[in-house]
């Protein structure tokens, strides 16, 4: 049971993927990370013994610490942590315990390569509608929440990603792209393993939209109409990409929390 200074995987369960989910910590060991290098999605490993270097970064945050099994060093990690301002919790069970359970687990053998600041770096066509901001929202909500993702011409994509170290997406011939009938979004689920019930069905409303197949899912016209209408809204693309976190925040709660819900007028009629 979840107390003042621990949560529950259940409950963080319900965290992760939204936009007021804390910052996830994972302190194992390297010996232990090396055993296992899969991560809690939406985590970044950082070691104990510098807790005092990097924990200011999250002052005034909240933040879920959790090691092997959740004991020593990620109860003292996340008691330093809270001398330096933080919210922090542990992690029940630690690593192991959330595995236990069977809960979705982050294929860290697919990512790209980290920039000197711990970032993955990625790279895409300029002016984004569907997947390609689909794409970063995954990455920012359940991969790498400080991904940093650069949009230039479609010609210079490939060129970029080799100069700079970006991994090249949604475009053709390379890893991170479309698959037969499965859009990017679709590959990036599989490829990192963290399909979930609620994201498969974004998934679906996704690809209804990217590939012209509004037949997949009666949502997918929204998408569409929604993604194309944000286009239009910002010149800018990273601020349309802001504009879309918030589009897909929505969608994703809708997938995991609210697809029996339906709604009529008048909704609360007094009877007479």
């Not at 390379?174 to 979930?196: K, N, P, Q, Y």
């Not at 990217?210 to 239009?232: C, N, V």
């Amino acid at each position: 049971m979840s107390t003042f200074t621990t949560i529950s995987s259940d409950k963080l369960t319900r965290l992760i993927g939204t936009a007021n989910a804390p910052a996830l910590i994972d302190v194992r060991t390297e010996e232990d990370f090396a055993a296992d290098r899969r991560l809690i999605p939406g985590s970044i490993k950082l070691g104990h013994d510098k807790v005092t270097d990097w924990g200011r970064d999250f002052a005034g945050r909240r933040a879920v610490v959790s090691c092997l099994r959740g004991e020593k060093l990620a109860q003292g990690t996340a008691a330093w942590l809270r001398q330096l301002g933080v919210q922090a919790e542990t992690l029940e069970g630690g690593f192991e315990g959330w595995k236990a359970a069977n809960l979705p687990l982050l294929d860290t053998r697919k990512l790209p390569p980290r920039d000197a600041k711990g970032c993955t770096v990625w790279v895409t066509r300029a002016r984004p509608k569907i997947d390609r901001i689909a794409c970063p929202w995954l990455i920012r909500r359940f991969v790498d929440p400080n991904a940093v993702f650069l949009y230039v011409a479609p010609s210079e994509v490939v060129g970029v990603g080799e100069r700079f170290n970006a991994a090249p997406f949604d475009i053709e011939n390379v890893f991170w792209s479309h698959r037969g009938e499965l859009c990017t979004f679709d590959v990036m689920i599989e490829e990192f393993g963290i399909a979930t019930t609620p994201l498969l069905r974004l998934a679906t409303l996704v690809r209804g939209a990217d590939t012209a197949r509004p037949d997949l899912a009666p949502e997918a016209s929204g998408l569409l109409a929604a993604s194309l209408g944000l286009s239009r809204m910002y010149d800018d693309d990273l601020e349309q990409l802001e504009a879309g976190m918030l589009l897909y925040d929505a969608f994703y709660r809708w997938c995991r929390d609210a697809t029996a819900e339906t709604h009529n007028w008048p909704t609360n009629k007094v009877k007479a």
